[in-house]
């Protein structure tokens, strides 16, 4: 008779399961884009045929001739003039007849590296103004915004708007920007009990059947979003970034660079029997360069860390801190983090979550410098949902949970959790702030906007 492996479970990254045995993507004609969500609110991964170059280059062809020439070329620093904007924003959202696409890409900002304040003098009211590289724009085979040259995605209106909205004038107030995504203490449970029962098994008899159950058993996942609309693309972004980084974690979604999965690294005598490893993306909170008199700031570095929390899951489901820690998990988010520039730039979602954080942290500074009365702007559209609807984007509130199966030896694998985690207003903490020693970030600045007439955006 022939020795099969008993099932040892290892728990890991909520919303996913892995299980056991090779298995890669579902095609290889078809890449992850993005994702979906159903009528009932179950976000799924959206596949896509590979683009070859040639249809690439048409959609650029065809973007750049419908853009103003001037908004075609390049700018190492475009600037936006914030309330010149709503106002522009205001007058077309009153037609009734759509957004200009300048306007809701921002003039083609691809990031925001500098907010300038410039108070008001006399009777005369001040100007914000962001400012960072730009470029045309497009369409990618997903659907996202992105430069026409670089790929990067656009920072979007709408974003900041949720941004402006979760941190608006008036007081300061410590404010969480969050999602996660999570199992339920019942499938939890319902998963230790479906594995206890197993028994000894045939891997290679009864791999698709494990997997069966085990999603059976766990069933959907919650997904939780507070701090921003459920509705507004700020928070569909930050709940597929998570959720894809989960798949890149435990191999269901290829790593768009040189460095080794969770699952590749990971290794039974490292990993606890009940351990869940949970994995969520916080900001850099030291990337804040503030000029001296504190009219200005500069975004520096790239803004988002991931970060690992392991935990235990007891027999109830519950879960609480584990006494050791994965090294596995602690390699694989360093390793994140570090070549985070250059996923960014093959996944364009990250690029997206962190203009996110970039936008959080402006949201915060204006309000904690109170540069809404420093320049006497309300802010009255953008921040007012009737006046300018952000929330018309599909509310995800479960996740089916992804199988992938790794047999190690003779013990089963099956990673679960995390999230993505926001508290902008820490950046601006005095122990995180960065001095502006060689005056640069005041000389962007200059003392006074130099506003063009009749413009809301300039190079």
Known sequence: ????????????????????????????????????????????????????????????????????????RPSPLRKVALSRLEAELAKHAATGHGIPEEIANLAGLTRVRYVLVYPGKGKEPGEIVLAGPAEGWMLDAAGRTVGVGSGRPTVLLEDLAAAMRAFPPGQ???????????????????????????????????????????????????????????????????????????????????????????????????????????????????????????????????????????????????????????????????????????????RPVYAQLRSLVDLAVVAAYLQEHDGYGRVRWAATTLLDEQAYPIETHPVPTHVEPAVHAVWRGRRLLTPIGGGVMMQPRRALDAENLLADEEAAVAAVHGGSPELPEGRWWWD
Request: hydrophobic share 45%.
């Open 1 to 72: 008779m022939p020795r099969f492996p008993t099932i040892q479970a290892t728990l890991g990254i909520a919303g996913l399961v892995l299980l056991a045995t090779a298995a890669g993507t579902a095609h290889a004609q078809l890449q992850p884009s993005g994702v979906a969500i159903d009528p009932q609110g179950v976000l799924r991964v959206k596949l896509v045929p590979e683009e070859n170059g040639r249809l690439t280059a048409e959609r650029r062809r065809a973007a750049e001739a419908s853009l103003p020439q001037e908004l075609r």
């Open 172 to 346: 300061p107030a410590d404010r969480t920007l969050l999602c996660s995504i999570d199992p339920t203490d019942a499938g939890l449970a319902a998963m230790q009990q479906y594995l206890r029962q197993l028994g000894r098994v045939n891997p290679a008899a009864d791999a698709g059947q494990i997997v069966a159950g085990l999603k059976e058993s766990l069933g959907l996942q919650d997904v939780r979003i507070d701090g921003v609309p459920p509705a507004s693309h700020f928070a569909q972004v930050m709940v597929e970034a998570d959720y894809r980084m989960k798949l890149i974690g435990i191999g269901l979604e290829p790593v768009p660079v040189r460095m080794r999965s969770w699952i590749e690294l990971a290794g039974t005598a490292s990993v606890a029997a009940n351990a869940l490893q949970r994995w969520y993306f916080v900001p850099d909170y030291q990337c804040v360069r503030i000029a001296e008199d504190d009219l200005a700031i500069e975004l520096v570095g790239e803004g988002v860390k991931l970060a690992g929390a392991d935990e235990v899951v007891l027999p109830d489901g519950r879960r609480q801190a584990a006494d050791r820690e994965d090294r596995a998990s602690k390699t694989f988010t360093e390793t994140f983090t570090k070549k985070y520039p250059q996923i960014a730039a093959a």
